[in-house]
């Protein structure tokens, strides 16, 4: 079965200063890998994804993520943080394929972002 | 339209009301799921459905009833729910592998009092 862990439960950084959230996963195969964004009360927007070809992924926001299979790792990245940035963040892995297809989350990073 | 609606927003129920949560997609998804996200949890997957049949039960309590009436709707219904039931409870949909992705709605804030 598939898992992730989000090693950092609480991350602190100044504003305009580069972000790296950590993610390594676990599965079978190649999965498909996701970083979703949650503010208080809200529902999940999706960052980023990966599925297959380059390793490096573009998202929304000024948002990367590198998948290093030999690592089993999927990290975000940010070069210049803002404080809308602000909120939590969890990696998910999802399982390829078939009837019983799902979405596994991480435990999650809370981002909070000092002036 | 790429987006999943969920409906109501917020809803406060007692223990022994009967009440449903909604979920919409127009995006020709054929595989649906609820989640449960206590506060400062990830959200926790409850049910998947595919081609409108329950693929995936999570074991949860039969004091949660899903049901999928056709592609586009996604339903779940409760009853003699406890306090310890109150969260945030998502619907998402995708392709049927994963594949691009999983599309969330806003949830529905759900308190038993």
């Known amino acids: 079965a598939q898992s992730v862990t989000q090693p950092d439960i609480h991350i602190t950084v100044s504003e305009g200063a580069s972000l790296e959230l950590r993610c390594n996963y676990s599965?079978?195969?190649?999965?498909?890998l996701f970083w979703y964004v949650q503010s208080p009360g809200q529902g999940l927007q999706l960052l980023l994804k990966y599925f297959s070809g380059d390793t490096l992924v573009q998202g929304i926001k000024g948002f990367e993520a590198e998948f290093k299979r030999s690592q089993s790792s999927f990290n975000l990245r940010k070069p210049s943080v803002h404080w809308s940035d602000a909120a939590e963040y969890f990696c998910a892995v999802g399982a390829r394929g078939g009837a019983t297809n799902k979405l596994i989350f991480g435990t999650g990073t809370l981002l909070a972002v000092q002036p | 339209d790429t987006e999943v609606t969920q409906t109501p927003k917020h809803l406060v129920m007692g223990m022994t009301n009967k009440k449903s949560l909604k979920c919409e997609q127009h995006m020709g998804h054929r595989a649906m799921y609820w989640y449960k996200q206590k506060a400062k949890k990830p959200p926790e997957l409850m049910f998947v459905y595919s081609y409108e049949k329950l693929s995936i039960n999570e074991s949860v309590p039969s004091r949660f009833s899903p049901e999928c009436p056709n592609s586009s709707l996604l339903n779940l219904h409760l009853h003699a729910l406890q306090p310890e039931d109150s969260a945030l409870y998502l619907c998402a949909s995708s392709q049927l592998d994963g594949s691009y992705g999983y599309t969330f709605g806003s949830g529905t804030r759900l308190t038993v009092v």
């Open positions: 599965y079978g195969a190649t999965p498909y």
